[in-house]
């Protein structure tokens, strides 16, 4: 995917007004807690399936606009590599989840994107949190 495209796609996921049952943003802030996004994934898995937006600030939570709301994974790659890490605790495994697709917001942000697939009735998805397991 050329950059021209990463910019378009990049437009289309700003413009999104709020977070939903299906698409979540996450800035990896030093206030991001891993196991809320696993929490977000394993309940995804288990209903509609969904996007989870790494590197853009929640519209509802930030003053800032466009562009502006791009933190980027780089933000903090400690937390961004703690997520892939705990992807791993999800069971049945969810294939394909990890690595997300990378897009390029500027020289030196990227944008993760997980894209959830939607559950299979009669198959439930768990995570390990504080052993024991937990059903979203």
Do not use: C
Request: glycine content about 8%; overall charge positive.
């Amino acid at each position: 995917m050329n950059n021209t495209s990463h910019t378009e796609l990049i437009k289309k996921i700003l413009a999104i007004p709020a977070e939903d049952r299906t698409t979540e943003f996450k800035r990896l802030g030093k206030d991001l807690r891993v196991s809320k996004v696993i929490e977000s994934i394993v309940a995804m898995a288990n209903t509609d399936g969904g996007l989870i937006i790494l590197g853009i600030d929640d519209p509802q939570k930030t003053k800032a606009k466009g562009f502006d709301r791009i933190l980027g994974i780089e933000e903090n790659r400690e937390k961004f590599d703690e997520i892939g890490r705990n992807i791993s605790r999800i069971t049945p495994p969810v294939s394909h989840l990890w690595p997300p697709a990378l897009l390029r917001a500027s020289e030196n942000k990227h944008i993760g994107v997980i894209s959830i697939p939607k559950g299979t009735p009669g198959r439930l998805f768990k995570t390990w949190i504080l052993r024991e397991y937990h059903v979203f």
